[in-house]
């Protein structure tokens, strides 16, 4: 697979790539056609920027700085989180752990006091089922209110890089990265953020399904010097090792939603196609996804003689898309297509 949009790069040494574009739309209307889709959808959602500090002193950088060289500036100070894709449960991994309690409403809990969860979105079991008495507000056609109090516990560690200027003896400018991997706060004493949000509540009672409530908050980290004064802030020892006095910022963006699931009418323009990659033994692949089909009244192929007939076809045309109450039924007359004849 090609990393750059179809296309060998002529760079070897480059790092990044273009994503293919899976949707093309040629600007005919004729191509559009409605279909229904069965998703979930927000309900009511309220986003937060939380942030939280960490102050360091004398934090040792390495590597050392090499001999014969002196500091004239920094040049950038960078902040990126620590995470080990090896172990998902290391302790040195920035994590967030998140804690939500709710008035107004309550969350749906088995026999043994287990919260109930389903499978949300991003495929993994984020999603909890939410249950408040609504009939006062669905008698004046409005949601209920319900309040709620997060706490997030933030541990692990962050890597602060130095970009620094140097000169060597003969005023020859390099520049030169050092690095150092900070502590945020241990499990036993995690960073503490705390906000409070209010939400909408959809009709408990004339619906199928009860509400989702769904949460997710993505992390980032910012860094400075402590008093932005390099004369006072950052030490050079002897054998050449940075120590810096730093301030680190934890920027949270939190989200929470209400979803219930729909069913859904979208203008689409047809399947997604993928060019395949050529192969040098293989004439010909199966597909992995059925051709779209769409039920439309030709009259050159219908047949006459089964429009008072009930045959048991084992085949079928899809609903109709302007009206996805009338279902086919393979043993009985296409009343979709006798209505259109009519």
Same mark, same amino acid.
């Given at each position: 697979?090609?990393?750059?949009?179809?296309?060998?790069?002529?760079?070897?040494?480059?790092?990044?790539?273009?994503?293919?574009?899976?949707?093309?739309?040629?600007?005919?209307?004729?191509?559009?056609?409605?279909?229904?889709?069965?998703?979930?959808?927000?309900?009511?959602?309220?986003?937060?920027?939380?942030?939280?500090?960490?102050?360091?002193?004398?934090?040792?950088?390495?590597?050392?700085?090499?001999?014969?060289?002196?500091?004239?500036?920094?040049?950038?100070?960078?902040?990126?989180?620590?995470?080990?894709?090896?172990?998902?449960?290391?302790?040195?991994?920035?994590?967030?752990?998140?804690?939500?309690?709710?008035?107004?409403?309550?969350?749906?809990?088995?026999?043994?006091?287990?919260?109930?969860?389903?499978?949300?979105?991003?495929?993994?079991?984020?999603?909890?089922?939410?249950?408040?008495?609504?009939?006062?507000?669905?008698?004046?056609?409005?949601?209920?209110?319900?309040?709620?109090?997060?706490?997030?516990?933030?541990?692990?560690?962050?890597?602060?890089?130095?970009?620094?200027?140097?000169?060597?003896?003969?005023?020859?400018?390099?520049?030169?990265?050092?690095?150092?991997?900070?502590?945020?706060?241990?499990?036993?004493?995690?960073?503490?953020?705390?906000?409070?949000?209010?939400?909408?509540?959809?009709?408990?009672?004339?619906?199928?399904?009860?509400?989702?409530?769904?949460?997710?908050?993505?992390?980032?980290?910012?860094?400075?010097?402590?008093?932005?004064?390099?004369?006072?802030?950052?030490?050079?020892?002897?054998?050449?090792?940075?120590?810096?006095?730093?301030?680190?910022?934890?920027?949270?963006?939190?989200?929470?939603?209400?979803?219930?699931?729909?069913?859904?009418?979208?203008?689409?323009?047809?399947?997604?196609?993928?060019?395949?990659?050529?192969?040098?033994?293989?004439?010909?692949?199966?597909?992995?996804?059925?051709?779209?089909?769409?039920?439309?009244?030709?009259?050159?192929?219908?047949?006459?003689?089964?429009?008072?007939?009930?045959? *048991? /076809? %084992? !085949?079928?045309?899809?609903? #109709?898309? &302007? =009206?996805?109450?009338?279902? *086919? /039924? %393979? !043993?009985?007359?296409?009343? #979709?297509? &006798? =209505?259109?004849?009519?």
């Amino acid at each position: 697979m090609s990393c750059f949009g179809g296309r060998i790069s002529p760079d070897l040494f480059s790092n990044c790539c273009n994503a293919h574009d899976l949707c093309e739309f040629d600007g005919n209307l004729n191509n559009v056609v409605s279909e229904p889709i069965y998703v979930q959808k927000v309900f009511d959602a309220v986003l937060f920027n939380l942030q939280g500090l960490k102050t360091v002193n004398n934090q040792c950088f390495t590597p050392a700085i090499p001999r014969g060289h002196r500091l004239k500036r920094i040049v950038d100070i960078r902040c990126k989180r620590s995470f080990n894709p090896q172990n998902v449960e290391d302790p040195t991994n920035l994590k967030l752990n998140i804690n939500t309690t709710i008035s107004g409403g309550t969350f749906i809990k088995c026999a043994n006091g287990d919260e109930v969860t389903v499978v949300g979105p991003d495929g993994t079991y984020s999603e909890k089922i939410i249950y408040a008495d609504t009939q006062d507000c669905d008698d004046q056609g409005r949601g209920t209110p319900i309040f709620g109090t997060q706490n997030i516990a933030i541990t692990g560690d962050v890597m602060i890089y130095l970009d620094l200027l140097l000169c060597d003896r003969y005023d020859h400018e390099v520049t030169f990265t050092v690095y150092t991997k900070v502590n945020i706060a241990q499990e036993c004493a995690p960073l503490l953020l705390t906000n409070f949000f209010e939400l909408c509540l959809p009709s408990t009672q004339s619906s199928a399904f009860l509400p989702r409530f769904t949460e997710f908050c993505n992390p980032a980290c910012e860094t400075r010097l402590a008093t932005n004064n390099l004369g006072r802030d950052l030490t050079i020892c002897p054998d050449g090792t940075i120590k810096a006095n730093l301030i680190i910022a934890l920027c949270v963006t939190c989200e929470k939603k209400i979803v219930i699931p729909v069913q859904l009418c979208v203008l689409s323009t047809g399947y997604v196609q993928l060019l395949p990659e050529s192969s040098a033994i293989c004439d010909s692949f199966p597909q992995l996804f059925p051709n779209q089909i769409q039920s439309k009244y030709n009259p050159e192929v219908e047949d006459e003689e089964d429009d008072c007939q009930c045959i *048991c /076809d %084992p !085949c079928c045309d899809p609903c #109709n898309d &302007n =009206n996805f109450n009338d279902c *086919c /039924d %393979p !043993c009985r007359p296409n009343n #979709n297509r &006798n =209505n259109r004849r009519r």
